[in-house]
Nanobody
Framework: QVQLAESGGGSVPAGGSLRLSCVAS????????WGWFRQAPGKEREWVAG???????YYSDSVKGRFTISGDNAKSTVYLQMNSLIPEDSALYYC???????????????WGQGTQVTVSS
């Protein structure tokens, strides 16, 4: 059984930083590709970033240059470093497995429970 557990969310003022972590268990970490998604109240879920088997990364235009996705195979963990946060980044952030075809992340089978990020103005 694949399990994903996010952590690292919190409340920060605009301009602040947070690093989200997602620890994966129950399978071989390198079997999958990884993505971060977010959903704000009243809005549809949107993809934020993806990382693929050869460490290629992909970012939505809204976070490009501010967020960085990375992975640590030894720790079976994927990270999302978020800098220069703005109130519009406030949302519930999820990590998930994604299809490994590249391009904008497309969610596959497994999701974490989410971690809340709140950015105040």
């Amino acid at each position: 059984q694949v399990q994903l557990a996010e952590s690292g969310g919190g409340s920060v003022p605009a301009g602040g930083s947070l690093r989200l972590s997602c620890v994966a268990s129950g399978y071989t970490y390198t079997t999958y590709c990884w993505g971060w998604f977010r959903q704000a109240p009243g809005k549809e879920r949107e993809w934020v970033a993806g990382i693929y088997a050869d460490d290629r990364t992909y970012y939505s235009d809204s976070v490009k240059g501010r967020f960085t996705i990375s992975g640590d195979n030894a720790k079976s963990t994927v990270y999302l470093q978020m800098n220069s946060l703005i109130p519009e980044d406030s949302a519930l952030y999820y990590c998930a497995t994604i299809y490994c075809g590249g391009g904008p992340p497309s969610p596959a089978a497994y999701w974490g429970q989410g971690t809340q990020v709140t950015v105040s103005s």
